[in-house]
Structures are given as structure tokens and as C-alpha cells.
Nanobody, 123 residues
Framework: VQLVESGGGLAQPGGSLRLSCAAS????????MGWFRQAPGKERDFVAA????????STADSVKGRFTISRDNAKNTLYLQMNSLKPEDTARYFC?????????????????WGQGTQVTVSA
């Protein structure tokens, strides 16, 4: 299993970024996927999750209405569209493969993780 995130970088407050996660080594369309983030000195927090078919999604209250998770099973790719970015969104963002097909918010329900991509929101 390999998960490779991309799309991070520096954004201004109010700006947008789109993260991608290229997946390989497993049947991507059979598993739920998720995004988590970790700021320096803090625990890894749930950001968003999506079921295997995109029929069900979940987002953390802190990003609701600003971030959107999606997936393209034909391309084995997971996305996180981030709009109206705030300085408190600064963190390393990780994509993860769930153990099953249903979306999950707890990190213990995920068994493989990417290396992460850094997002910095600053003027």
C-alpha cells in the first residue's frame, strides 16, 4: 500500500488549496478514505472522511463549510479542497486508508498512512 499526498504549500488567509492523495497497492474503490492533520506539538486530528462510493462524507466542525473531501475511483485519487483558509489550518495533512468501506472519524479505524504534505497559512 502506498499513499502519496501532494498539493500543500503556502497560502494566504482566505485563500484556497487542493490536496491530492495518489493511492496504489490496494483496491482503492473498496475502502473508505480520510484526511487528518497534525500541527507542531499537537495530536493528529480528524479532518474529513469519505465512504468507498462517495455516498457518505464527514467533516470536522472546525472545517465544515470550508473543506470538501472527494474521490475519483477511476484515478485512485483522494482530494481535499480547502477554501477560506485560516492560520489555524496550518498543519501537516495526511491521507489514510480505512480498514473498511464505511467512513470513519477515529484514527484507529485507519491502517495505512501517507507521509503527509505541509500546509502553511500566513500573510
Amino acid at each position: 500500500v502506498q499513499l502519496v499526498e501532494s498539493g500543500g504549500g503556502l497560502a494566504q488567509p482566505g485563500g484556497s488549496l487542493r490536496l491530492s492523495c495518489a493511492a496504489s497497492g490496494f483496491t482503492f474503490s473498496s475502502y473508505a478514505m480520510g484526511w487528518f492533520r497534525q500541527a507542531p506539538g499537537k495530536e493528529r486530528d480528524f479532518v474529513a472522511a469519505i465512504s468507498w462510493s462517495s455516498g457518505s462524507t464527514s467533516t470536522a466542525d472546525s472545517v465544515k463549510g470550508r473543506f470538501t473531501i472527494s474521490r475519483d475511483n477511476a484515478k485512485n485519487t483522494l482530494y481535499l479542497q480547502m477554501n477560506s483558509l485560516k492560520p489555524e489550518d496550518t498543519a501537516r495533512y495526511f491521507c489514510a486508508k480505512a480498514r473498511g468501506s464505511a467512513r470513519a472519524t477515529m484514527s484507529s479505524n485507519y491502517d495505512y498512512w501517507g507521509q503527509g504534505t505541509q500546509v502553511t497559512v500566513s500573510a
